[in-house]
């Protein structure tokens, strides 16, 4: 068996550096390349060099991130059960929809799940009934409106 330190990484494997420059970005996207750098021992140019690579890799993203139901937005979760063999062309197909903002193939009840922020109920409307049944391979689906978020969260997987 090949020694470990000496066994290539994965592409998308993450260093143990990485992965502590990931959590105080999780934290706070904001904080400087400085601070950060010196709460982990190493250079700002490091910190630089690895959140650009990450960002690069499409491993991380730094963005603003806004509430859609403060901003006074209808939220929804959508189930879709798919024909045979159309699975991954329904998929790209919901994720060109501009409303879509969430979409994951998924086992169990459902085939696909997407999340839809529309700008009020007549929107919402519009979609169900207007856009949602042009995809070709969409067998049916069940629509979810969220009532209250009560936790959602972009602090995880990296220790």
């Given at each position: 068996?090949?020694?470990?330190?000496?066994?290539?990484?994965?592409?998308?494997?993450?260093?143990?550096?990485?992965?502590?420059i990931i959590e105080h970005l999780q934290s706070d996207g904001r904080?400087?390349?400085?601070?950060?750098?010196?709460?982990?021992?190493?250079?700002?140019?490091?910190?630089?060099?690895?959140?650009?690579?990450?960002?690069?890799?499409?491993?991380?993203?730094?963005?603003?991130?806004?509430?859609?139901?403060?901003?006074?937005?209808?939220?929804?979760?959508?189930?879709?059960?798919?024909?045979?063999?159309?699975?991954?062309?329904?998929?790209?197909?919901?994720?060109?929809?501009?409303?879509?903002?969430?979409?994951?193939?998924?086992?169990?009840?459902?085939?696909?799940?997407?999340?839809?922020?529309?700008?009020?109920?007549?929107?919402?409307?519009?979609?169900?009934?207007?856009?949602?049944?042009?995809?070709?391979?969409?067998?049916?689906?069940?629509?979810?409106?969220?009532?209250?978020?009560?936790?959602?969260?972009?602090?995880?997987?990296?220790?």
């Amino acid at each position: 068996m090949p020694n470990s330190r000496n066994s290539p990484r994965r592409p998308d494997e993450l260093s143990p550096l990485e992965k502590r420059i990931i959590e105080h970005l999780q934290s706070d996207g904001r904080r400087p390349f400085t601070q950060i750098a010196t709460e982990i021992g190493v250079s700002e140019a490091a910190v630089r060099a690895r959140t650009n690579r990450l960002i690069d890799r499409g491993i991380l993203q730094i963005v603003g991130v806004a509430d859609p139901g403060k901003l006074g937005f209808q939220q929804v979760l959508i189930g879709l059960r798919c024909e045979p063999g159309r699975l991954v062309t329904v998929a790209d197909a919901l994720a060109a929809l501009p409303e879509v903002d969430y979409v994951v193939i998924t086992t169990g009840r459902y085939d696909i799940l997407i999340e839809v922020v529309t700008e009020d109920n007549e929107g919402l409307l519009r979609f169900l009934t207007d856009r949602l049944p042009l995809i070709d391979g969409v067998r049916d689906t069940e629509t979810f409106t969220y009532l209250r978020l009560v936790k959602q969260t972009y602090q995880f997987g990296t220790r």
